[in-house]
């Protein structure tokens, strides 16, 4: 049966009505994260099993659980008052009969004064329609079961319907379990484990039994069950140390595998790391930049003042007024000069009288005596003489007089004016400085700006390549330095497991031993024969044992041989197109666990596996599982449907695994986001002549990135491509 | 009291009319009197951090244009702080020295005045420093009136000022 249509109305993020039309080939739904793929995936799972796998718990979650999530917001927002349904069908239709096929699941919530009750579980309902008749519901349990297990049967189920997050689950090679699960979709190896489990029982009871026997005829018996007890000790502490080796050898894998996956991602850590630093230095640059520049900015008036620009082209009025103040200046001396020229007169005068004479009383005493006493003459009161002398008294002091008035009675503003000069004189020196200090801000604030554009542009650049790296690596900062540190501690763990085994074998040798020599000891106390038939009866059980053991261990490797081959056969088609993919897979078997390596064909290995390459080998894996089963027609019968697959291994693998899907089955419904932003990888899938191509969709919300928080608007544009 | 001292007491007026026209330039008064960053100063979209800056700003503008623009009698006028608060003092004096050059200032004769005759040419300078101011502020206004985001969109607007 092939899947023909897909209709959900108000489904999740769907809302309203939707419906995707598929037919046989790859069908792909591509959209980018958060576009609506998982969900489509989640309303085809929800139909058929009743529940959604939830990515971040890792686990399926029922209606019960997820209850109000599967309404869609819009339609819950939009409906003022009633009854909201939510609802997925499945139509699916049988080539061979003609028939066709619908599952259809719904769930409804009622909106009643603004408050929203949603439905615990959710109804199902089955319709077929046989030919051009009219569809008829169903309502025979047991034939619905019949045609779920039509659409999908359950042992193949895993292999067949599964998330890319589920990949690494489904097959894990060091979970021998889950490969011998898929070992059992191959062939049923039960029978075989059930065979080995009877002989293993055999082997047990007629020991005991021998066991017996050798105490009945011990020459000791107290000897003899203290050497039994001492053996029984032995046992159970070996079948300790077997266990703990058992787990130190699985520990080693997981550790070796860690290690393998750490070394391939170290030097992508190592580089996000460096322009993690590097981005971390042009931040900082960038943000001294911006306060250097801000700063400058800010404070450019505040020059004005600060650094005097304020006085810029104003050195004309330093030189005015030192002109005023020069002459003013001249005048002060003039004055003083005055004062002193009259100073001299009176010195003069001085040196024309008698040394040793006191002036003016000498002169005094001339008058009152009416005579010159220089030269001792008479000079009468009113003669010329008298008045000669006289005079010599009244013009010195009367000048001096006048002159020391005006200089005591005037202000004085010298001390004022000099400090104006003095001051006009430092700032003439800075003036003359004022333009090239401005243009060597202004020149400052540029370089700053060309500088805070490329730190800007060096920033974005640095950020779009941690952001590339982190993408296509899926590393982010986080991880990248703790990758170093966890390497590590992985190689540490594995040098510290490869201690342990080494130990627990030699304690597990030195036991054996010991349990050889007490059995020695014990088979020696026993006195006469055994009886034949049962030492031949613990032999031959021994031997069946064996042969059971090496059986299952032969079947088990031809399945493994056979699943290995048909993984080869698509992953050699998977890679194809890839130059640095080469190699051939093998599933190597160590101590029950297998692990997958790529040899050449000479049985070396090749590089280092990285996790990309470990999960196409699981795809092809997956793939081989329901292609390698023989007498069937599974993958002519049922449809692959799978979320994300191609995810991890990257795009240089998409075309080659559409190919190989599209040749391996009949029909496949692959989700991707892939092809949304490669356009060459998009035109290579509608247009290749290699792949059997279904239909193709472009799904995208609505609502621009930003706006789609808002889930009261939100829908789901389909646009077909083809 | 020297002649220095004497005119530091003086509080210049200005045109009542460039009142608000000042505080849109000047952070605000009072409360944040002198405790304004200039961080806060540039996002208010503010050039100067006092009144005096502006109005000393004005003066040198006004002397630099040699555009005096006495205020009138019936002007309507605000009083300002005195001369002898304004920072710095360096360029304070500076400006009193160039009002001093540019006027009809006999020193010498003025120190031979009686006290009458000096303050009236004390008023003399502390009116010509309010002329130049005014005028300052007229070419300012002016600028403003015939561009209005001269000095929004021009962080260096003051300064180009100066060399227009």
């Not at chain 1, 017996?212 to 069950?225: A, G, H, I, V």
């Not at chain 1, 009259?342 to 005493?365: D, F, G, H, W």
């Not at chain 1, 892939?674 to 792949?691: A, C, G, T």
Request: net charge negative; charged share 35%; proline share 1%.
């Amino acid at each position: 049966m092939i899947l023909t249509k897909v209709f959900l109305k108000n489904f999740m993020c769907y809302y309203d009505e939707n419906t995707f039309e598929f037919s046989e080939g790859i069908n792909v739904v591509i959209g980018d994260n958060g576009y609506g793929k998982s969900k489509l995936y989640d309303a085809i799972h929800w139909v058929m099993y009743d529940q959604c796998f939830d990515t971040s718990a890792d686990q399926f979650r029922s209606t019960k659980q997820l209850n109000d999530k599967l309404i869609s917001d819009r339609a819950i927002f939009e409906t003022d008052e009633g009854k909201i349904e939510c609802s997925v069908s499945l139509t699916f239709y049988d080539s061979r009969k003609e028939n066709t096929y619908t599952f259809e699941r719904s769930i409804n919530a009622s909106k009643n004064d603004g408050d929203v009750t949603y439905q615990s579980d959710s109804a199902a309902r089955v319709t077929e329609r046989k030919g051009v008749l009219s569809a008829q519901i169903i309502d025979d349990e047991v034939k619905i079961e019949r045609l779920r297990r039509k659409v999908l049967p359950e042992n193949i189920k895993p292999y067949m319907w599964f998330q890319g997050e589920q990949i690494d689950n489904i097959i894990d090679f060091k979970e021998s379990k889950t490969l011998t699960r898929a070992i059992n979709v191959l062939s049923d190896i039960s029978k075989f484990d059930e065979i080995y489990s009877i002989t293993d029982s055999l082997v047990t009871k007629v020991e005991n039994q021998l066991k017996k026997k050798q105490r009945s005829l011990s020459k000791d018996k107290s000897k003899s069950d203290e050497l039994e007890e001492k053996i029984k000790e032995k046992k159970s502490l070996l079948g300790d140390y077997k266990n703990d080796l058992k787990q130190a050898k699985k520990g080693k894998i997981i550790a070796e595998e860690r290690t393998e996956e750490l070394l391939s991602k170290i030097d992508v850590a190592q580089e996000i790391r460096n322009l993690d630093s590097d981005r971390k230095k042009l931040e900082r640059d960038f943000n001294k930049t911006v306060n250097e520049l801000n700063e400058l900015r800010e404070s450019l008036n505040k020059r004005l003042f600060t650094r005097g620009w304020v006085l810029k082209g104003t050195s004309d009025f330093f030189k005015e007024f030192e002109k005023k103040y020069d002459r003013y200046s001249e005048s002060k001396l003039d004055l003083k000069r005055k004062v002193q020229t009259e100073k001299k007169v009176a010195e003069k005068l001085q040196t024309r009288l008698p040394i040793n004479v006191p002036e003016p009383i000498y002169v005094q005493k001339m008058l009152d005596k009416e005579k010159c006493l220089v030269c001792d003459r008479e000079a009468k009161e009113g003669t010329e003489a008298y008045k000669s002398i006289e005079s010599l008294i009244q013009d010195s002091s009367e000048e001096r007089k006048r002159l020391e008035s005006e200089i005591s009675d005037r202000y004085d503003f010298s001390e004022s004016l000099e400090l104006l000069y003095k001051n006009g004189l430092r700032q003439e020196g800075r003036i003359l400085n004022i333009d090239d200090d401005i243009n060597d801000t202004l020149k400052r604030i540029d370089e700053l700006r060309v500088t805070k554009d490329e730190i800007k542009r060096e920033l974005e650049e640095v950020k779009n390549q941690v952001e590339n790296f982190i993408a296509d690596s899926s590393i982010n900062v986080e991880d990248a330095k703790k990758i170093a540190s966890e390497l590590q501690a992985s190689q540490s763990m594995n040098s510290r497991f490869s201690t342990n085994i080494g130990s627990y074998e030699g304690r597990i040798k030195s036991l054996e031993e010991e349990i050889n020599s007490l059995n020695n000891k014990y088979d020696k106390l026993v006195v006469g024969d055994l009886p034949k038939k049962l030492v031949e009866k613990v032999d031959i059980s021994r031997h069946l044992n064996e042969a059971a053991k090496s059986t299952r261990k032969r079947v088990f490797q031809e399945l493994i041989d056979r699943l290995e081959k048909e993984a080869n056969k698509h992953y050699k088609k998977m890679t194809q197109d890839n130059m640095s993919a080469r190699g051939i897979i093998k599933l190597s078997e160590y101590d029950g666990n297998y692990t997958p390596e790529l040899v050449d064909s000479e049985g070396n290995q090749l590089s280092q596996i990285n996790m990309g390459n470990i999960l196409l080998i699981k795809l092809a894996t997956i793939m081989a599982i329901i292609s390698a089963r023989q007498n069937t027609r599974d993958t002519q019968l049922y449809t692959l449907i799978s979320d994300a697959p191609m995810s991890v291994f990257g795009e240089d693998y998409t075309i080659g695994f559409c190919k190989t899907v599209s040749e391996v089955y009949r029909q496949s419904i692959i989700m991707s986001k892939d092809f949304y932003k490669n356009d060459k990888l998009r035109d290579q899938l509608l247009n290749s002549d290699e792949i059997n191509l279904g239909e193709v969709y472009m799904i995208k919300p609505n609502l621009p990135e930003g706006e789609r928080e808002s889930r009261h608007k939100l829908a789901i544009e389909i646009n077909s491509l083809n | 009291m020297n002649l220095l001292d004497r005119i530091h007491i003086k509080e210049p007026k200005y045109d009542s009319k460039y009142y608000q026209f000042i505080l849109n330039y000047t952070i605000e008064q009072g409360s944040r009197m002198g405790t304004s960053t200039e961080e806060e100063k540039y996002e208010r979209g503010k050039y100067f951090s006092t009144r005096y800056e502006m109005y000393m700003y004005a003066v040198l503008l006004g002397l630099r244009k040699n555009y005096e623009l006495p205020l009138e009698s019936s002007t309507d006028k605000k009083s300002f702080i005195k001369i002898g608060a304004w920072n710095p003092e360096t360029i304070t004096n500076y400006i009193i020295m160039s009002v001093i050059a540019k006027g009809d200032y006999d020193l010498f004769e003025m120190e031979e005045m009686d006290e009458s005759e000096l303050e009236k040419k004390i008023t003399e300078i502390k009116s010509d420093i309010e002329s130049f101011a005014n005028g300052g502020f007229d070419i300012i206004y002016a600028k403003a009136q015939e561009d209005e985001n001269y000095f929004i969109e021009n962080e260096n607007s003051f300064l180009d000022l100066l060399d227009e």
